[in-house]
C-alpha cells in the first residue's frame, strides 16, 4: 500500500517513492498519529491547535504526536512559518510505502505494518461512505461530472497487471505535477483512490 503527498505548497520536482524503515513505521502505527499524518496529507500545513480542532483531541496530545512523527522525518516544520508557540507542520513532498520487507521480518514490524495500513483504509472508507451519504441525501444528490465511485472485474495476467498499475500510478503523478500547486477560487481536496488486487482463487472457476 502507497500514499502520495498531495498537500498544496510542496516543491515542484518529484520525490522518489520510499518505503518507511522499521523505526518510522511504528512510529506511525498509533490511530492518532496516522490521523494527524493524513490530514497534513489531504489538506495541507496545520497547527497543533488547528489538528486538535480537527481531530477533536486537546492540543497537548497532537503537539506531543506531531513532535513523534517529526523524529522520524515523517513531517517537517514548515520553514519561515509561525512562531515558537504556534509552529506549523507538514508531509514532506514524495510518495511512500507502508509495505517494508524489512519491517515483515519481525513480529512487531508485521503488527506495525498491520495497524497502519487498516487504519488508512479504515480511515479512506469512512471518508468515502461519508460523502456518498450526504450526497445522496441532499437535494443534488451525486455529481458524476465531479466524483466516480465504480468497480471493474478483469482476468489478466501478472504482465498485464503491472502494465494496468504502472499506467494508473503515472496517469495520477501527472495530475499531481500539474495542478499540485494551483491556487484561486472553485478549489477543493480531491482523493483519488487506485485499488487493484488479485480476487480468492476459490472464486474462480476454469
Excluded at 520510499?18 to 518510522?24: E, Q, T
Excluded at 508557540?85 to 513480529?107: C, D
Amino acid at each position: 500500500m502507497t500514499t502520495d503527498d498531495a498537500a498544496p505548497g510542496a516543491p515542484r520536482e518529484r520525490a522518489e517513492e520510499h518505503p518507511l524503515d522499521p523505526g518510522a513505521l511504528r512510529a506511525l502505527a498509533h490511530p492518532l498519529r496516522i490521523e494527524i499524518y493524513d490530514i497534513l496529507n489531504q489538506y495541507g500545513p496545520q497547527t497543533a491547535s488547528s489538528l486538535a480542532a480537527m481531530t477533536g483531541e486537546s492540543s497537548g496530545a497532537t503537539s506531543y504526536h506531531l513532535r513523534a512523527l517529526a523524529k522520524h522525518d515523517l513531517i517537517r516544520e514548515v520553514s519561515g512559518r509561525g512562531t515558537g508557540r504556534e509552529r506549523w507542520w507538514e508531509r514532506p513532498r514524495g510518495g511512500i510505502s507502508f509495505t517494508n520487507p524489512e519491517a515483515l521480518k519481525t513480529p512487531a514490524g508485521k503488527a506495525a505494518t498491520q495497524l497502519v495500513m487498516s487504519e488508512f483504509l479504515t480511515r479512506r472508507h469512512q471518508q468515502l461512505m461519508r460523502y456518498v451519504n450526504e450526497t445522496l441525501t441532499s437535494p443534488e444528490g451525486l455529481d458524476e461530472a465531479t466524483a466516480m465511485v465504480a468497480t471493474s472485474t478483469l482476468r489478466l495476467t501478472p504482465a498485464q497487471t503491472e502494465a494496468l498499475i504502472t499506467e494508473m500510478h503515472e496517469l495520477v503523478l501527472r495530475y499531481g505535477d500539474l495542478y499540485r500547486d494551483q491556487t484561486g477560487a472553485d478549489l477543493h481536496p480531491i482523493s483519488i483512490r487506485t485499488d487493484v488486487f488479485p480476487l480468492p482463487e476459490e472464486g474462480l472457476s476454469s
